[in-house]
């Protein structure tokens, strides 16, 4: 339990977290896994527009995973130090910031050590199917109810699992999701392709589900005839880049934030909706409902808090290719204001449940938009009907669209580099809106020992410099006196690199100093690092290097 003496025992932004001396103070110690959860709180209700006090009840809502790096001690308390900061506030109690009792209840602030989570476990090529021979397929495509809530059985589950991965997997027809998270850290879903499931209605079934997933990435995975994809519970700090889908991105509520949503296609039919259902029915709002979902899905008032609570803060969206088609029959249109074919918004970072004080903004602000200011409204209590609102131009607010980037990739910061044919990945390659206009840096060492490798030795003139900026040679040795020096052979090998250029004269040669050696061994660089005479030789020997004996652009200590 979190220290019950102070309002906050752990302040967002920062790493420490206070403990309880109730609580058995052997549990903690450098090492050991800890998840946080903080109660939602009678006041965070009113501020997500909620207005009936039924849906008032106590959950803990804010949560995350850490691992505890040290634990101390000071004049407030125990503490422990954390492998990274809290993304929320964590508060004693749900009535430490001043709301009333909720369900006569007090709920308390927990810090629990994650005993033995699943660690390093993959799971790769496999194929996963539910057959049910009494169902139709033809029937569950766009059918958004539970056919056989019976079976509603999931493909694969993360449970406390952290640094693990699910790779090149096929789902055809799972009961229910084909993957979902409850608890899980430092995960990759790549190389994927989910197709179909028997139940997508009541109870929140068939969706692509990250739910209490933190710091883990989403990347090119194929998605057909699944309810939605979505970060909920919590998800934080999570990416989801290069994903081809025919559902939208549901932000599915539950303070999910700090995410990043970029470079996915996103093309949504009409009957991707709740109201295209046959049995056992089930909208965003717990019953069949009228819309249809658009590619962007915010939680927000009653709706959300049914289940979990508003949509959190920073939630990212960034060169997403968006499609919907808005009645039946009609053509696909662009997701406007988020989108636009003709790559006016190429660029543009949408913040949503951001504040837009600065570029940058600094705190969590709930969406309204112009019409709801204009009729006196506060905050959005409803995303079904709203999703074509520009909520980044006032007097409407929580999105900020003020940012803008260059580059093709903020994760990545350019894909150009990429292996496996990344840059044609779903035809993203293809549309000028999702390229950046900074031109990369593509970088590639070239090991002076390739050519003699036993197992595909590679020669100096086989390097593909169409495909490089920039080629490291690797490695010149530093001397304990700080002299840079290369041998006759490797010099002669580097007259070979730099004669490239005569092929790509923008091409870049540097000489890579070191290498894993001083990682090995950091006398001589350490050495070197603290003497002013050594240091002097070094940069000499380094010019020396690159103006007489070797030509290349540049040394790369």
Known sequence: MALQTMAKPGLRGHSRVYVDPSTNSTYYKAGIEVWIASPVKYNDYKQWGVTSEKYYVNSYVFQDWFTVLSVGSDDTGTYLELDHDLRF??????????????????AYAKVMPIDEPVTNVGIENIYLTQ?????????????????????????????????????????YMTGSHPIATEAARNIQIQDNYFDGAWNKGKGGNGYLRGSRVWDSLYFNNTLRNVRHFTFQWCAMGNVAIMNNMTNDFNLHGGYEGYNLVELNFISVPYSHRSGSCDANCGGE?????????????????????????????????????????????????????YFARDGSLSDRIWQF????????????????????????????????????????????????????????????????AAPSGITTFNEIAGFAYCRGKKVPKVVGYYMSSAETFICAPTPIESIDYTAFTHVLFAFASVGSDGTISVTSSEAA?????????????????????????????????????????????????????????????????
């Open 493 to 557: 090998q580097i007259d070979r690199v730099v004669a490239l250029k005569q092929k790509d004269s923008d091409l870049k040669v540097y000489l890579a100093v070191g290498g894993w050696g001083l990682g090995v061994d950091a006398t001589n660089i350490r050495t070197v690092a603290t003497s002013g005479s050594f240091r002097t030789k070094l940069a000499n020997s380094a010019a020396t290097l690159c103006n007489r004996q070797v030509p290349t652009s540049m040394i790369h200590l």
């Open 89 to 106: 506030d964590v508060y004693a109690n749900s009535i430490a910031d001043g709301s009333p009792v909720m369900d006569n209840t007090i």
């Open 131 to 171: 057959p049910m021979s009494d169902l139709s397929v033809d029937a569950a495509v766009h059918n958004y109810g539970n056919m056989a809530p019976e079976k509603a059985m999931h493909g694969i589950v993360l449970r406390y699992a952290k640094d693990s991965w699910i790779r090149n997997i096929r789902t």
């Open 353 to 416: 449940g951001w504040n837009r004080g600065s570029e940058r903004g600094d705190y969590f602000q709930h969406l309204t938009h112009n019409e709801l200011v204009l009729q006196g409204v506060g905050v959005l209590v409803d995303w079904q009907d709203n999703e074509q609102f520009d909520y980044s131009i006032s007097p409407g607010a929580g999105v900020n669209g003020r940012r803008t980037d260059e580059y093709t990739s903020l994760f990545l910061r350019d894909v150009t």
């Open 285 to 337: 709002g717990g019953s069949s409902e009228g819309g249809t979902w658009w590619p962007i899905y915010w939680s927000t008032g009653e709706k959300a808090s049914k289940w979990s609570g508003s949509t959190g803060p920073q939630n990212v969206f960034y060169r997403n290719y968006m499609l919907k088609a808005p009645t039946s029959n009609a053509d696909f249109v662009e997701y406007r204001p």
